[in-house]
C-alpha cells in the first residue's frame, strides 16, 4: 500500500520548537520530490517547503524561511520538518507530499498547536 504518514505533531507555547516526521512506504521514495503544506483552521492548504529527490535542493515559504528546515533521510523512507521559533499563525495540520510529473501522495496530517 502506498502511503505517508506524519507524526510528531502536539501543543507547543510560542517560541517553542517541534519536530514533524513523515514516513514512506509502497513506492520508491528516493524518486520523489517531497514537500509539506499545511491548513490553517478555515483556511485553504498553503505551501510551506520543498525538497528535491535527492536532497539537494530546499525551498522554503517567506512565512517560515529561517525558522523551519526541511530535510529527508532517503535511506529511512523519512521526510523531516525541523520547526523553531513557532508563532500562534503556525498552527495548522501539516501534511506531507510526494509528487513527482505524473502522481501525488499525501498523508492524513499532523495537528500542530501553538498556543500559551
Known amino acids: 500500500e502506498v502511503q505517508l504518514v506524519e507524526s510528531g505533531g502536539g501543543l507547543v507555547q510560542p517560541g517553542g520548537s517541534l519536530r514533524l516526521s513523515c514516513a514512506g512506504s509502497?513506492?520508491?521514495?528516493?524518486?520523489?520530490?517531497m514537500r509539506w503544506v499545511r491548513q490553517a483552521p478555515g483556511k485553504g492548504l498553503e505551501w510551506v517547503s520543498g525538497?528535491?529527490?535527492?536532497?539537494?535542493?530546499?525551498t522554503y515559504a517567506d512565512s517560515v524561511k529561517g525558522r523551519f528546515t526541511i530535510s529527508r533521510d532517503n535511506a529511512k523512507n523519512t521526510l523531516y520538518l525541523q520547526m523553531k521559533s513557532l508563532k500562534p499563525e503556525d498552527t495548522a495540520v501539516y501534511f506531507c507530499?510526494?509528487?513527482?510529473?505524473?502522481?501525488?501522495?499525501r498523508g492524513q496530517g499532523t495537528q500542530v498547536t501553538v498556543s500559551s
Open positions: 509502497g513506492f520508491t521514495f528516493s524518486h520523489y520530490n
Open positions: 507530499e510526494a509528487y513527482d510529473g505524473g502522481s501525488e501522495i
Open positions: 525538497i528535491t529527490s535527492l536532497g539537494w535542493t530546499t
